[in-house]
């Protein structure tokens, strides 16, 4: 049977939870700061409310001990007693006690545990206090000699139960004294106290019970118990109530209110017995005196209200009151300020962010009605008017979005602060002294993983105090400072929250981690020794894996570290280690900002889009059919030295690829824990920021997809696992046997994926003119297009992105460049005969063009056409390329040269400037001169060029065209200024965008130079900030450039996580270009 | 909405002519001493031009043929995934699940979204033809004579004049599939 607390459970639960922890650090301060009465007032506070949610809930036992400990925190405020270490402990104790019964209940269980023991001992701390105060009602002997002074002590009121009477009473209910006496055979006669109150707290409230249940000895034969206690209910309830078996006597004295002047008075009343004889016993007679002690006080007060050193000393019934009513407008405001949050289920915020996210794709449907709209209606101002509201509801959508997003984002200090308390203990325990330091605690991360992140942090923790800090002696032998430093740091870097728990201890041990790792059969010693220190670091996530000489109750089973990296992965997080020896050991725990929104990178194979987590990924890189080997049936290529595997991305979800043979084959690097694979897809689409749903709703996990996310236009895009993906790979590299490699490789080749060859091929070799011979010579791989396009799955998602606004960052003008290419081919191909020696391949080149140019839809073509909309019959680049001579092979040799030229440059620039920094060439083109503004962008807007005028053998300018928003980011990027915000560019601007223009532009003129064989020299860059126009006016008029061609290379810069584009323009003097062709090709020729 | 619609729109089309529809009619007229509890509810399709009919209780939704987003590494039956309001769902070609040749997708051509316990699937069949009311005595368990679709996936057949109607059993289709499905993986 599962114990509940009824329909408030859950809002109890959630609501001691955090009053425990508030408890908790107000005690951690007020152990450091014991005199300070604004910290003993706010846990007062906290443990009242406590204390009145655990009544109204009906955990009597709870509420017992939490008023228990209310009455200690009130001797403290009422300076009777001192905070000493003590007192702090118990209340910890209680603090503990509470903890484990709302554990009980949480998991559905009776709490049963046995409170006596701590109530005893909390009223062994608070007796002294209570008996300073007794000193002073001594002076009321006579009044009412002898009998008050013997009793007081056995059923005081604090001030709080008094005004909790007088609360009681003055709302119209009735307070009594409840005598009883339990039958002297009785057995467990705790057990009949403790259903009287049970059965007492039904019907109203008690208020103090003495002596309490636990301490009813069996042995005792006086046993007595006197119960203060508030109802509203009449005799007969009470009377029911106190009717158990072996209870011999019941005497009930009401308790009444008096009010005189200022002061209340409680007054004893009428007595009545229940059960029993009315004959009054000795004992009885005292009990009136018991409560009649505050009462007492205050009627003092009134009578000798003259004497005013006496009145002082009385007068506290009065003040508590007035005290007691400033608390209540303390905790009033708490209230309004607790009103302010509401709490609300995770499912509804998804519910909601799901609801939204759909309004944002229905709104895109509007869009297409505002462009059919402008075309048919002539009324332009209710187009525009549709238009405005269009957009701003789009805007609201969006803000929508973001907000409910935000609104799971949680403050970790939460999570932070529990851990003081931890370490507090912890330090007692091992006697050591640490220091908890908390940084960061407002950083905000997913109320999913503030959930999950408590048990990898308290793991962590307890790893640094046992074994990561010294001991005391050790650290002053070692002359480290007496007080180690424990560090919770929490910040955003990037997309992601690190989380960070750092000891300046004395760090891992790593021939320890070694020797164990090799012990338990983890490795083996070649191994080892081949691995880098964070691969063995990592051995300490094993399962099992301790390093620890014994085993403590705190750690050393090997279980913590394991449970770490499984809930941190589970978190789609991360586990680094750092650790200097002697030093300190620091672990950084990475998590993605949001797990409701990741960043992806969007991938195309044929038509269908795969997302790929930027989590997972390490890389882009752009490689060439001649870079693949071939081991042992696996393609691999060599990336900076490093063997990759490579997966054709393809072969995966098992369709035919529409990589050109020729082309430059786009790989993404990605990684998991420490394998790193490359995968071959189609193209490279950009970022983009998803949603992610779970396939499992629905239907079931799907090997290699990580869930499904739907973009802004409504249409699904599959989400790539890569784990599941590269474990795929390393188990197929694991379980084929060589021939079965063999059977494979000749199986692939027969299914139509010609692998490029390349036995003789030495990765560690690799020169620029091996780059290019190996392009030249290259087999292009055959795919089977015909058949993959005759059968178009007509349900396929065709991305449509004329359509509505573009979820996709969709790189355009490459897009364009690529239609333009597969248009070039054919046109080239037709005009021009093949070049010699490849004749079968660019047959079937043709071929494979004209059935993709033929398959091209319709969108292909208006993309095409913005680029060349005036002319007809083609495109101008071709004229210009047939008219000089220049082929699609000398334009691929400028590629070429534009990336190893790019590669040069990103890598003389990251030296220099300290920072990683990539850049591509991804595309080059030869354009007219009058199609250049509308190529790169727009004729309106501002940009920056530097120009860099050649001279030598080949002549012209070389001009580095960036938007100038872009421009002024890169400057600030690379170095710190703030010219975006001016929109102006310094001196230290212009050095360094002149600087950016030398290093790229040498590093192509080198190229250039080296492979023609000519001299070049290029000369100082000049800055010009104006319109695009003006920009390439002032080149042609300044250099007299007579062509009316340039060759464009766009340039992305990769910095950091910022992607800027800009173009790189060559405007050729003369015959420069002519020049640069023949030089290629001669060299080229006579390789 | 759909249904009433197509059911206007199925009024002339092959096969089905509007005597058909009368006799129907007249059925239902003379169904009327049946009680709701007697009376089985059916939503009427074609794969193959034969008629299948599944229970209504358990029909979320029907929609015309949305984008279908091919999952990989699926059995082939499973036609992709679509989105639904947000849902994604996965979509059953009918054809052939049932093993049918492949058809055409055309402007018939239906997904019935059907709900299951706390799953939703879609099926694709040819053409979703109208609501019927069968007497429960007017169904027969499965006899072994029904060609094409397995009997795992029928839970009788309905009778309706000169019309038969294949009833599915909706819970073991989605049930056999997963279980299929993993026997696929697995194998």
Request: hydrophobic share 40%; glycine share 6%; charged share 30%.
């Amino acid at each position: 049977m599962s114990f509940s607390l009824g329909e408030y459970q859950d809002i109890f639960l959630e609501e001691a939870d955090e009053q425990l922890q508030e408890l908790n650090s107000n005690l951690l301060k007020l152990e450091k700061d014991p005199n300070n009465i604004e910290i003993i007032n706010d846990i007062f506070r906290t443990a009242h409310s406590l204390k009145s949610s655990a009544g109204f809930v009906g955990l009597n036992e709870l509420s017992n001990l939490a008023h228990k400990m209310e009455n200690l925190l009130q001797g403290i405020r009422d300076g009777m007693l001192r905070v000493t270490p003590e007192i702090i402990n118990i209340i910890f104790k209680c603090f503990d006690v509470i903890n484990s019964i709302i554990e009980t209940v949480a998991s559905g269980e009776q709490p049963t545990h046995d409170l006596s023991r701590i109530i005893e001992e909390i009223q062994r701390l608070g007796n002294p206090g209570q008996s300073v105060k007794e000193t002073k009602p001594v002076k009321q002997k006579e009044k009412t000699p002898g009998i008050i002074k013997t009793n007081v002590h056995l059923l005081d009121l604090n001030d709080n139960d008094k005004n909790e009477i007088f609360n009681r009473l003055s709302e119209g209910g009735r307070c009594c004294i409840l005598n009883i006496s339990i039958d002297k055979t009785a057995q467990m006669k705790w057990v009949k106290a403790q259903l009287i109150l049970g059965n007492l707290g039904r019907i109203g409230k008690v208020i103090k019970t003495e002596p309490s249940p636990g301490d009813l000895s069996d042995d005792d034969p006086d046993s007595k118990m006197k119960i203060i206690f508030c109802t509203d209910r009449n005799n007969e309830f009470i009377k029911n109530a106190c009717d158990i078996d072996l209870i011999n006597r019941v005497e009930c004295i009401n308790i009444i209110t008096s009010r005189t002047g200022n002061a209340i008075t409680l007054q004893v009343a009428d007595s009545l017995v229940f059960i029993g004889t009315a004959e009054p016993s000795t004992e009885i007679v005292s009990f009136p005196g018991i409560v009649y002690e505050p009462v007492q006080i205050a009627e003092d007060k009134a009578l000798h209200s003259d004497e005013s050193d006496e009145s002082d000393d009385y007068d506290i019934s009065e003040i508590q009151f007035g005290r007691r009513m400033t608390d209540r407008a303390d905790t009033d405001k708490k209230k309004a300020a607790a009103t302010k949050t509401v709490k609300v289920s995770i499912e509804k915020l998804d519910q909601l962010l799901n609801n939204v996210g759909e309004l944002v794709i229905a709104n895109s449907g509007f869009f297409r009605i505002y462009e059919e709209l402008r075309k048919i209606t002539g009324d332009k101002s209710i187009v525009n008017e549709f238009k405005n509201r269009m957009e701003g509801m789009s805007r609201i959508a969006k803000d929508l979005q973001t907000g409910i997003m935000k609104t799971r984002m949680v403050q970790i200090g939460q999570i932070f602060n529990r851990f003081k308390r931890l370490v507090r203990d912890l330090t007692k325990e091992f006697k050591k002294e640490i220091e908890l330091v908390i940084k960061g605690e407002d950083t905000e991360l997913d109320k999913k993983v503030i959930d999950a992140i408590g048990e990898p942090l308290l793991h962590l923790i307890r790893n640094a105090v046992d074994h990561g800090v010294e001991t005391t002696a050790m650290r002053k032998e070692m002359g480290k400072s007496e007080t180690a430093k424990i560090t919770l740091n929490a910040y955003q870097g990037g997309n992601h929250i690190l989380v960070e728990v750092s000891d300046d201890g004395k760090g891992l041990d790593i021939e320890k981690i070694k020797k164990k790792a090799i012990d338990r059969g983890l490795v083996n010693i070649e191994t080892v020794a081949n691995m880098d220190s964070s691969e063995i670091f990592n051995f300490i996530f094993s399962p099992g894996f301790s390093t620890a000489d014994k085993v403590t109750d705190l750690s050393g089973r090997g279980v913590g570290m394991t449970v770490v990296k499984q809930i941190v992965s589970e978190l789609n997080g991360a586990v680094t280690i750092e650790t200097e020896p002697g030093m300190g050991t620091r672990f950084i725990l990475t998590f993605p900002l949001t797990l409701a929104i990741i960043p992806a990178i969007m991938v195309r194979v044929q038509k269908e889009l795969y997302a790929i987590p930027l989590s997972d990924v390490v890389e882009t890189i752009k490689i060439s059919t001649s870079d693949i080997t071939t081991i042992e049936g696996h393609e691999v290529i060599n990336l900076r030295g490093e063997i990759l595997s490579l997966l054709r991305l393809n072969q995966f979800i098992k369709i035919k690829s529409s990589l050109k043979t020729d082309s430059k084959i786009p790989v993404v690097v990605v990684g998991y824990g420490n394998r790193k694979i490359g995968l071959i897809v189609d193209f490279l689409e950009g970022k983009l920021e998803i949603v992610i749903k779970s396939l499992e709703q629905n239907y079931k996990t799907i090997e290699g997809l990580a869930g499904a996310s739907i973009l802004g236009d409504g249409s699904i895009c599959l989400i790539l696992d890569i784990a599941t993906m590269i474990n795929k790979v390393i188990f197929d590299q694991e379980k084929l046997t060589r021939v079965e490699r063999r059977q494979l490789s000749e199986k692939k080749s027969n299914e139509g994926y010609e692998l490029a060859e390349s036995s003789d091929y030495d990765p560690g070799e690799l020169s620029i003119a091996d780059i290019s011979e190996n392009f030249k010579s290259s087999k292009p791989i055959i795919f089977d297009v015909e058949k993959n396009e005759e059968k178009p799955d007509a349900v396929a998602k065709e991305i449509d992105y004329t359509q509505g606004p573009r979820a996709i960052m969709f790189d355009e003008p490459e897009q364009i460049s690529s239609d333009k290419n597969i248009h070039d081919d054919s046109l080239l191909h037709s005009e021009k005969p093949p070049m010699e020696g490849s004749k079968p391949q660019v047959l079937s080149d043709i071929e494979i063009n004209k059935k993709i140019k033929d398959t091209l839809s319709d969108f292909r073509n208006d993309l095409k056409e913005r680029v060349s909309s005036t002319l007809q019959g083609g495109d101008i680049g071709d004229h210009i390329k047939s008219k000089l001579n220049i082929s699609k092979e000398d334009l691929n040799e400028f590629q070429i040269i534009a990336n190893i030229g790019a590669t040069n440059a990103a890598e003389s620039m990251s030296q220099i400037l300290k920072k990683r920094i990539e850049l591509s060439i991804p595309m080059v083109e030869i354009k007219p001169i009058e199609k250049i503004p509308e190529y790169i962008g727009s004729i309106e807007s501002s940009y920056i060029g530097v120009m860099m005028t050649i001279h030598g053998e080949i002549k012209g300018t070389i001009l580095f065209l960036l938007n100038d928003v872009s421009g002024f980011d890169m400057v600030d990027l690379l170095y710190g200024t703030t010219s975006r915000e001016k929109m102006e560019l310094d001196e230290d601007g212009k050095s360094a965008l002149s600087e950016i223009t030398n290093i790229i532009g040498s590093s192509v003129i080198n190229v250039i130079a080296e492979k023609t064989g000519m001299v070049i020299k290029p000369d100082v860059p000049v800055i010009v900030h104006d319109y695009l126009l003006s920009i390439i006016d002032t080149i042609l008029a300044t250099q007299s450039i007579q062509n009316d061609y340039a060759i464009i290379m766009d340039t992305t810069f990769f910095f950091q996580d910022d992607k800027l584009i800009g173009n790189l323009l060559y405007f050729p003097d003369s015959d420069s270009l002519k020049t640069i062709v023949e030089g290629l090709r001669a060299n080229v020729g006579s390789n | 909405m759909d249904i009433n619609r197509l059911m206007n729109k199925q009024k002339g089309s092959k096969g089905y002519t509007n005597h058909d529809l009368e006799l129907e009619k007249n059925e239902t007229i003379e169904e009327e001493p049946y009680t709701d509890n007697d009376i089985l509810q059916l939503v009427s399709f074609l794969i193959d031009d034969v008629e299948y009919g599944v229970d209504i209780l358990v029909v979320h939704e029907i929609l015309k043929i949305p984008d279908i987003t091919r999952l990989p590494n699926t059995p082939n039956f499973i036609k992709g995934v679509i989105n639904l309001r947000g849902n994604v769902i996965p979509v059953v070609d009918a054809r052939r699940r049932f093993g049918f040749p492949d058809g055409k997708i055309d402007d018939l051509t239906r997904i019935i979204v059907l709900q299951n316990e706390e799953k939703k699937i879609g099926l694709m069949v040819d053409n979703v033809y109208q609501v019927v009311r069968i007497p429960k005595v007017n169904v027969d368990t499965p006899s072994e004579l029904i060609e094409g679709v397995s009997e795992e996936f029928i839970s009788g057949i309905g009778r309706l004049k000169d019309r038969l109607i294949i009833i599915l059993n909706i819970a073991n289709i989605i049930f056999l599939e997963e279980e299929m499905s993993r026997m696929d993986s697995a194998g």
